[in-house]
Each structure stands twice: as C-alpha cells, then as structure tokens.
C-alpha cells in the first residue's frame, strides 16, 4: 500500500503511523483552538467533550504540544464542571473518527 502525503510517498508502516499521527494531532489541535475562540458559546458536553480530545491525544502528542495535552484536557474539564477522568490510550483509527465527529458538532 501507497499513501501520498502532499508530494511524498510513504510506504513503510512507520512512515503510516507517522503521517497518520501528523494528521490527527493537527487536526486536534485546529479544533481545540477554534473552540478556545468561542467558549463562551459551548455546552458542557462540547467541553467536556473536548477535554475528553486532548486526554486522549497525550500518547500521539511529542514535546512541547504532548505537555500541554492535560492542561488543556483539564481547563476544558474544569469548564465543563467534571471531575479530572483517566487519560486513555485510543486507537488512531478511533481517534480520527471521533475527531470528525466532533468537528461535525461544533460546525468546523
């Protein structure tokens, strides 16, 4: 199997995860900032919802950004007047399903 990613092609299974995790972190983030805009009109579900994202990008996020993973997670479920929950380990494949989901939901 072949996937092009912009103008390379990736062909081992490693340069899959990473092309895929690229994306779903990318997109993760874009929605978490875009929601960060317009808190003042989110539900408590979207934001716990949210911060329901950013727990379960924390094994995907590398550096800087994987850091900041439960912090935001946290102020998303402080906001959304939750407990803190566990920090899962989500398939990818999940994870790009529910990351569309969820852009569905807040008109992304």
Request: net charge neutral; charged share 30%; glycine share 6%.
């Amino acid at each position: 199997m072949v996937i092009w990613m912009g103008v390379h092609r990736i062909t081992s299974e490693s340069a899959r995860f990473y092309a895929m995790r690229e994306k779903i972190v990318g997109s993760a983030i874009s929605i978490l900032g875009e929601a960060s805009l317009r808190v003042e009109s989110l539900s408590r579900e979207q934001c716990e919802k949210l911060g329901d994202l950013a727990s379960k990008l924390l094994p995907y996020a590398p550096g800087y950004a994987g850091k900041t993973m439960p912090i935001i997670a946290r102020l998303f479920w402080k906001l959304a007047n939750v407990k803190e929950k566990d920090f899962p380990l989500v398939e990818m494949e999940k994870l790009e399903k529910e990351i569309e989901e969820l852009k569905k939901e807040l008109g992304l």
